[in-house]
């Protein structure tokens, strides 16, 4: 990555964010939104629209914390189009314990 592209990447902050069924949307400080398919962060595809839409801002807008679901992304990911990179193995963990929880 060039200097100029993490220096945009480092400045772009997030100002709001919008969770459908299978979307997560970020407004951007700069003016742009970014959207992402949500079968990129399988925790957030498997959790509620509750907990969908219990987040938080971090760093000054430089990601998003849910609680509920243990999920943190940053406005890094988003603009450069990365996924999840949680392993299969552990979100199988976290995806068991949550189905336990349930019942």
């Known amino acids: 990555m060039t200097s100029l592209v993490t220096e945009l ?6 100002q709001s ?4 069924e299978d979307t997560l949307s970020a407004d951007l400080s700069d003016g742009r939104t970014i959207s992402v398919p949500l079968v990129w962060y399988p925790r957030l595809l498997h959790g509620s629209v509750d907990e969908r839409n219990d ?3 971090i760093g000054d807008g430089q990601g998003i914390h849910w609680s509920s679901l243990d999920e943190d992304i ?3 990911n988003l603009i450069l189009g990365q996924a999840s990179g949680e392993s299969q193995k552990s979100f199988q963990k976290w995806l068991e314990e949550r189905l336990q929880t349930e019942n």
């Open 74 to 76: 940053s406005v890094k």
């Open 17 to 20: 964010v919008t969770v459908t």
């Open 9 to 14: 990447i480092e400045l772009a902050r997030i």
């Open 55 to 57: 987040w938080r801002l």
